[in-house]
Every structure is written in C-alpha cells, then in structure tokens.
C-alpha cells in the first residue's frame, strides 16, 4: 500500500509540474500543432526597420507580432484586458538595435474612454524591459478622449526616439536619445485660432508639419508659428478630400490618406501644386486589396522610405515611385518554434495520461475498487441535481437578458428619436466641409448632444456613443463621432438600416460587433424646416455594459447554485450519516474485534434488517470470544518455554512459524547471573527446597530482564543468560537493579532464618546467533557464540576479583554516558578459553554503599598501580597496592595485584610475561 501511496504522490507532482508547464504556456496551446503558419487578421498597423525586420498590430490592437526577413515569426506579444480596463497597442517604431517601441493605451471597459497611455519598449526577442511617459486622463474637468489619446507619431531617427503630444489646438515635440529614460519637450507650436490638431508628423525643427481637424496642412516653423502649406489657392480639390494619417519620408515629402478620394496621396512641400496618388481603388484591386471610403488601410514608412499598407489581413509593401515589393498574409513559425509548440502539446498529453493514471492508482491500487455508499450516492444524485438547477437557471438568465436588451433598445430608440429636437436640420444642412469643424453651429451640435448624454450616465448607465450623420445627394458623412480618429465629412457606407431612416424617416435598431465590443444602436431622421430628411442621429451603447450584468448575473447563478449544491449536499450526507449509522456502528464493532478486543458487543435499536444483523453478529463474536480465548491461553503457555522476543529476532510473526534450522546473527549485550557457593548451599536443602528457592529467586531477579528489554534465554539451576539487543546501558541498569534487589532479598532471607546469598554478573558483547536446534519433533531456542563462553568466565571472575560486576570493555565503549556509572579498571586480565587478554572492568555502582565508597575512594590510585603493573614497575606498584589495601582492606584485586607485585619484584617474571594479571 505505501509503495501506491508514494507512486500516487510521485504521479500527483509530475502531473502538477507538466500542467503548471503547460498554463505557463497556454498562448502556445491555443493553437494547433499542425498549423506553421500564423494568419493575420485584424491588424491595424505594421512598420519595417532597416534589416527589413516586419513589425506588426494584430488581432484588433491586441498582439505584436514580430517577422523576420525570411518570413518567420519572431515572436509575439500579447495583452490581456484587466479588470475594468481594456488595453491596446497603438503607434509603431523601431530603433537599430531592434527594439520596439509603441504606445499602450488604456481605456474603460466600453473600450471608449482613454483612461492613460504610455511608451513601452520591447527588446528584439520580445520581453518588455522599460516604459516611458506615462499619460493618465484622470482629471474629469478635462475633454475626455474617446478610443485614441493624445500620444501620436511614435518615431526613431537618427538615434532619437520622437513623439507629440496633441493638446487639441497645439502639439508638443518630445524627444529622448535611445538607450535613455525620460524623454523631455524640445519644441511647441500651436494652430491658428479655431483651428485644431488632427495629426504630427517630423522629428527636425523646419520640418514639422500638422494637420488641422479642417482639413489643412500647416508647417510648423522654428519660432512656432504655422505656415498653410496645403491646401494652398489653385489647388484642385474639394474641401473634402481631408488629409488624414500624416507621414513624413526621408525625403521630406508628406504622405497621407484621402478617406473622400479613396486614394493614398503624397505631396512634397517643396512643390505643394504637385499631388500623387501612391494606391487608388483601382490600383488596390491589381494587388488584391479592395479599399473604400469605409475600409481605408493603414500607412507606415520603412526605414528606406518603402511604404507598408495594411488592410484587414493583408500587407502590401510598395517602393517609394509606388512600384510593388511583395505582399504579407501570415507569418511562418520555425521549426524551433514548431518542437516548442509540440513539446508544450506533449506535455498537455502527458498531464492527462498522469491525471487518467493517477484515478486508476487511487481507484484500483489504493481503494482496492470500493467507494463508500454515500461517494456512489452522491456520483448518482448530485448531477441529477445540478443539471436540473442549471436548466432552471438557464431559463432565468436568458429571459433576464433579453429584457436588459429590450430596455436598451427602447431607450436607444428615445434617445435617437429626440435627435430631431436636438439638432437643427437647417443648420446642419449648411454644413459642407471640415472647415465646419467647431464653428457656432457644430459647437452647439456638440454640446446638446453631450448634455443628454450626460443625465443618461449619470444615472450609472456608461458605453453609450453618439453620432451625427449629414445625407447628401443620397449619400451619408460623418459630421459628429466620439471617436477622436475620425474626422469630419468622412463618407460613411451605406446600409438597409440608414436607408430606411433617410427613405421612409424610421426610427430602426440594429447590432453590430467589431474589435471594440458588441454594439446595440438606433438611428432617427434629422429634419429641415421643409420636412426634408437632411440628416441621421445615432445612439449607440456598448453591450460590455449589458454583458456586465449578465456576466454578474451569470456569477450570481453559478454561485447560488453552487451554495444550494453544498446545502443539498450537506443534508444529503447528514441524512445517510444518520442511515449509516448502525452500519458504521457494525463495521467498527467488527474492525475492534479484529485488532483484538474480543469484548466487543454491538449494540443496534433501528428494529431493522441491520438491527438482525447486529444480533447474528453478536452471537458470532461470543463463539469467536470463546475460541479465542482458549487459543490464546495455549499461545500464552507457548511463550512461557519460546519468549516471545526470540521470535521476534527470528522475524517470526508465531511459534507456528518456526522451522528448524531458523537462526539470525546479531550483536547483543550478553548477561550471566550465577548465586556464589550454591552448591554447598543446596546439599543442605531438600529438593522440595531447593526448587522452590530457585523459583524464588528467579522470581525476583528475573523481571530485572525484561523490564530493561532484555531476554531470558536460558535458566541453569543457580543462575540464568539473558540477552540484551538494545544499548549496553539498559543490560548495565539491568545488573544494578539486581543488585539493589539481592539487598532487600537477603533482608528477607535474615527475617525468614535463612542465610543470605551473593551473586556473581559477567556481562559482555559480541555477535552471537541465534537459531532453533533440535530435530522434527523437538525443536529448542539456543545461542551459539563464543562470547557466551566468555560473558561466562567474567562471571566466574567476578569472585576471586572482589566485584559484583564485572564487564568487558566491549561494554564500556559501548556506552552513549559513561559519567552516569560507578566502575574501575581491572587492567588486561587473561581469561580462561581466551588467547588475547581482556581488559575488564570492576563495576561496583550497586555494590553497598560502604564499599562502594571505598572503591570510590580508591579508583584513581588503583588504576594508577594497574597502570605501573602492567609497564613493570613492580617495586612502585606494590608500594600503590599497599595504599588501597590501607584504605581498602577487602580489595580482593588490589590483594591479588599486590602478591603478584611482591613475587615479580624479588624473583622477577616469566619470559612470556606481557603485563598481563592471570587469575587462576
């Protein structure tokens, strides 16, 4: 289970890691894997540099998208609107270096109201690395600015980067070098009286030139004054062909568009009386472009003065004498491009394939196939729920919409239908060209039109967009917009709709959707005082206001929904808890038997067929009690001869378990307790006695062992082997606890009449192993080890040394705080069945509290005649001894060190002599 457990988790963060991947590139998966080619669409700009890099406006304002020379994309930059707020690319330009330059605007959530704007700069890869003058139209006292700002003809010449600022009858020449970081204004010049700025163009004082919303071209000259240079007298043109989009080339001459003429137009201001017409309608078809007053493309002059055309999905590159370079659809994505994007789309397989995997893991490795009752209730009866909720809502929301459309349209049609008392179908009948542009009458058009419109979005309705149309000659133009890019007596197309307001004076509603949004308008008649139709007055809203409503709607549903769904839940699991209840109550009797609590009785009241079922249950449990009973008291007996813990050495779950032959190695403490003199002392006993002594004894020595998880291996009449797995401390406490109980058990002997007893404690550790010996139908727990052996002769040591314990330094080294013991150093003892001496220790923490001082006492100058022993320094040594001896007189080591001192020093030792202490 844990291995599933651990592979879910694996599967879970591979999954987690390759989804978050795939987020992070989610534009990539927008679009398919097969496709190499990236198609334009509507694109509003696009600009050559010098390496004939191709800089594109795309998808509605919305994207860059950067070409290289061969054709394939570079990269692409797009932005996503925020909340409240919609963003947009305008203006173009790029520098050496192959960065990009261009004006981010922000507007409202209608897409009307220009709410800031400001340069951004994109390095040639495509990130975002700075931002320049920032523009915000905060200030409601100022004219607001509808879809287009005030930042115009972005340029970079020369090594600077260039830009106006249009303030309505003025413009404001911006420059800053590249590389730099805060452009500043080097030259200002402002318009005629009465005249307003449309566009800017040029970046050298002398050469910047402006067009007026009248329809003129004035040349700003160095001290700011305007100079008309077109339209100038002998001119052939009407006042309508109104130059919009001014460019200026490197050769200084002027290139704009013609909306009337339906024509791309150049002049040079050197020769004003000289017009060229770069692209007219008929020159657009040879290159399968079709232009007209309402769909003129969009103007950018290259870096060596080519000219690039934009239209719908479509580029057109013309030379500057107008001849053709070649045209753009779409851009081609390399092959690098295309293994990311298929990289991206494997890994969005990836992620489901481990999502798919992760569900059979948990499912089918993990839930072994089972899923709760209420799991499968819920997997039947949620959706059940929901979809019917869905469907209801389905029908509220849909109805609630339609109505917020029908009041929209009504009240457009009001507000179009008063157009007619708000404009003076006379006036505006004398209106004829640009010229008109904020004179008295278009003033007074404005300002009635702003006024109504005001009240109305005062009421917190916002999106609404007014316009005032003239009809002339059976055509239509455009004499009043919010939009700030569009100019008077632009002509505007023809339609079923503004045909029926001019032919039959109808009041007509209609929708449209573009890249701003989706539009619900209304048209009404404008009459003059002979009742003629002479004009159309449009009110439109932006649906963003209505979808707002809806989307809050649609919010509100999904969340009441999604409340009512965990209400519904919430009682449907409570209702199933409380049905579940006496199952539950039956299955945890029935877990609690299973751990082992066979007093488990269940107790069920619902008089059902689960109540019945809890009566047979309890019935089962008391056979199954009884059984259990009687198999655990034969297990217990069982481990009365095999302890439980050499089982659990042997890894064996049951002495059913065990084989003959079963054996482990291990290292281990190794423990031998003998009673000193038991012979002697049992001859005097009966064995009646002598039985129940041991018995006795053991009986109080015994849980020592166990209480220091230790292991009684083997009893040998006048003592017994234990075994300690764990750390040397816990066989070492085991010794002094002994030792401390022989104290209150000889005081119990005394008390009885009998004469009290000593004991011996060898304690050593080595490896050992541990097995069964025997044969089929005999089988017995044994060690074997040679370090029982020796744990053995420490034991038989322990009395001619003088110590009640006595320990190997195996033992010492093995413990983690030597400071909590008692203990001396014998020095290197030879023992019997051991070639190689052993350097023991006398541990005499347990021993009575008399003699244990003494040794206390006496330690460090014991140890310091061991030491002088064991180097030959018999005369020195000895001399110690006797010091022990003086304070000591019961040291039984200290005695043995001195005689052997004493005879080594007057005949001297034995060649084989190695500073060892024998004792025989």
Request: hydrophobic share 40%.
């Amino acid at each position: 289970m844990k291995k599933y457990i651990a592979a879910l988790l694996l599967v879970v963060i591979l999954a987690t890691a390759a989804g978050y991947y795939v987020y992070d590139n989610r534009d990539v998966v927008a679009s398919s894997p097969f496709r190499r080619d990236l198609p334009f669409g509507s694109m509003s700009n696009a600009l050559t540099d010098k390496e004939n890099n191709l800089y594109v406006i795309d998808n509605s304002k919305k994207t860059l998208v950067k070409l290289g020379p061969d054709g394939n994309v570079v990269y692409t930059v797009g932005v996503s609107d925020g909340a409240g707020e919609i963003y947009q690319f305008n203006e173009l330009a790029a520098d050496n270096e192959g960065n990009l330059y261009t004006v981010k605007t922000t507007l409202d959530s209608y897409g009307l109201t220009v709410k800031a704007e400001e340069i951004i700069r994109f390095t040639p890869e495509g990130e975002q690395d700075q931002s320049f003058f920032r523009k915000d139209y905060a200030n409601k006292s100022e004219r607001k600015r509808y879809r287009l700002g005030s930042l115009k003809s972005l340029k970079v010449s020369d090594g600077m980067l260039s830009f106006f600022v249009d303030d309505f009858n003025q413009v404001t020449l911006y420059k800053m070098a590249v590389g730099g970081t805060e452009p500043a204004p080097v030259f200002a010049a402002k318009l005629p009286e009465g005249k307003y700025v449309a566009g800017a163009t040029g970046t050298k004082l002398g050469q910047i030139y402006v067009t007026a919303r009248s329809g003129e071209i004035f040349r700003m000259l160095e001290d700011g004054r305007p100079e008309l240079i077109y339209p100038l007298p002998g001119i052939d043109r009407t006042n309508r062909n109104f130059p919009e989009k001014l460019l200026l080339d490197g050769m200084g001459r002027l290139v704009y568009i013609d909306y009337y003429g339906e024509t791309i137009s150049r002049i040079d201001p050197a020769h004003p009386y000289i017009v060229e017409a770069l692209l007219t309608k008929e020159t657009a078809k040879q290159h399968d472009m079709q232009i007209s007053s309402d769909n003129m493309p969009a103007v950018s002059i290259g870096a060596d003065n080519s000219l690039t055309v934009v239209q719908e999905g479509k580029i057109l590159r013309q030379r500057s004498d107008g001849s053709l370079i070649g045209s753009v659809t779409n851009g081609t994505y390399s092959a690098q491009t295309m293994r990311h994007k298929w990289f991206v789309w494997a890994m969005a397989a990836a992620a489901l394939l481990l999502v798919a995997f992760a569900v059979k893991l948990l499912y089918f490795n993990i839930m072994k196939r089972r899923a709760s009752l209420i799991l499968k209730q819920m997997i039947v009866f949620v959706p059940v729920i929901v979809g019917s909720m869905i469907v209801l809502s389905y029908f509220i929301y849909t109805n609630f919409s339609q109505k917020l459309e029908d009041e929209t349209i009504h009240e457009l049609s009001l507000l179009a239908r008063n157009g007619r008392n708000l404009i003076d179908g006379n006036k505006l009948e004398k209106m004829n060209s640009p010229l008109d542009y904020m004179t008295n009458d278009y003033k007074t058009f404005r300002e009635k039109m702003d006024s109504v419109f005001e009240e109305v979005e005062d009421s917190g309705s916002r999106g609404f967009y007014r316009a005032l149309y003239k009809v002339e000659g059976g055509s239509i133009y455009r004499i009043i917009e919010d939009a700030d890019d569009v100019n008077m007596f632009n002509p505007f197309p023809s339609t079923d709709k503004n045909r029926e307001v001019v032919q039959q004076g109808k009041i007509v509603t209609d929708q449209w959707q573009d890249e701003t949004g989706f539009w619900i308008y209304a048209l009404g008649p404008i009459y003059n005082s002979s009742g003629k139709i002479v004009g159309i007055f449009e009110t439109s809203k932006n649906m963003e206001g209505i979808l707002q409503h809806r989307r809050e709607l649609l919010h509100n549903i999904i969340q009441n929904i999604a409340v009512i769904t965990l209400i519904l839940l919430c009682i449907f699991m409570l209702m199933t808890y409380v049905m579940l209840s006496s199952i539950r109550k039956l299955r945890s009797s029935a877990v609690a038997i299973s751990k082992g609590n066979w007093d488990t009785v269940v107790d069920i009241r619902t008089r059902d067929e689960v109540s019945d079922l809890g009566d047979s249950f309890n019935v089962m449990a008391e056979h199954i009690r009884g059984y259990i009973e009687k198999v655990t008291r034969v297990s217990e007996a069982y481990y009365r001869f095999v302890p439980q813990q050499f089982l659990q050495y042997l890894e064996k779950d049951s002495i059913l378990d065990v084989q003959l032959g079963d054996q482990v190695e291990q290292e281990m403490s190794i423990l031998i307790v003998n009673i000193r003199s038991f012979y002697s002392m049992s001859k005097r006993l009966t064995p009646e006695e002598n039985f129940n002594f041991i018995n006795s004894f053991l009986n109080r020595f015994g849980p020592y062992v166990r209480n220091h998880d230790g292991l009684i291996n083997k009893y040998a009449g006048a003592g017994f082997m234990a075994l300690f797995p764990n750390e040397a401390e816990q066989a070492l406490l085991s010794c002094l606890g002994m030792r401390k109980e022989l104290e209150l058990y000889n005081v119990h002997r005394a008390r009885s009449g009998y004469l009290p007893i000593d004991i011996g404690i060898g304690l050593h550790k080595g490896p050992l192993r541990l097995g069964i010996i025997g044969e089929e139908l005999r089988l017995e727990g044994n060690v074997i080890s040679d370090d029982v052996n020796l744990a053995n002769e420490l034991e038989k040591l322990t009395e001619p040394l003088g110590a009640s314990i006595l320990v190997s330094d195996f033992i010492i080294r093995s413990l983690q705080d030597r400071e909590l013991f008692q203990y001396r150093s014998l020095g290197m003892i030879r023992v019997e069945g051991k070639e190689e001496p052993l350097q023991l220790f006398d541990v005499y923490h347990g021993e009575p509290d008399t003699t244990r001082a003494l040794k206390e006492k006496t330690k460090a100058l014991f140890e310091q005649a061991v030491l002088l022993y064991q180097v030959g320094r018999f005369y020195d040594a000895r001399e110690a001894f006797v010091q022990v001896i003086k304070i000591n007189r019961q040291d039984k080591a200290a005695k043995l060190y001195f005689y052997l001192c004493d005879e080594y020093f007057q005949n001297g030792t034995t060649e084989d002599w190695n500073g060892t202490l024998s004792v025989s």
